[in-house]
């Protein structure tokens, strides 16, 4: 993906894949990273200071995966985290460039009202 982010820098964005994959096993093919960042991107500071820092928090156990994550599962920081990576991947994101496919693809969600949708980000600055 080739994707500019505007809040996570690269470390934090790489962290936070690691988390995404971790929390949503999957879901990197659908650039979580780019969702939330565009999320960010609409937070109040304090919001987006309180997410940063939920991510920093959970930055050493990210690369262990779910094992290493284990014993943050209560903690606000990780359900911050979580919150933001299933919204990422449920809400039937796909980021430019991203492999897919898309949430609503893997799970046959092919309802005729759901088929009627057309998915349109840019209120997030993301083009589809």
Known sequence: ??????????????VL???????????GRVGPVVYIDAVLGQMSPAERDLAL?????LADAAPGGPEQLAPHAATPAFL??????VEAFYSDFLAPG????SAY???????????????DWSYLGVAG
């Open 105 to 119: 693809e893997e799970i046959d969600f092919h309802s005729p009202l759901a088929m009627r949708i057309k998915k």
């Open 17 to 27: 894949e690691l988390l995404c994959e971790a929390i949503v096993p999957g879901s």
């Open 1 to 14: 993906m080739s994707v500019e982010l505007r809040n996570l820098d690269e470390h934090r964005a790489t």
């Open 80 to 85: 911050h985290v979580r919150a933001l990576a």
């Open 53 to 57: 820092q939920s991510i920093d928090a």
């Open 98 to 101: 991203a492999t897919g496919p």
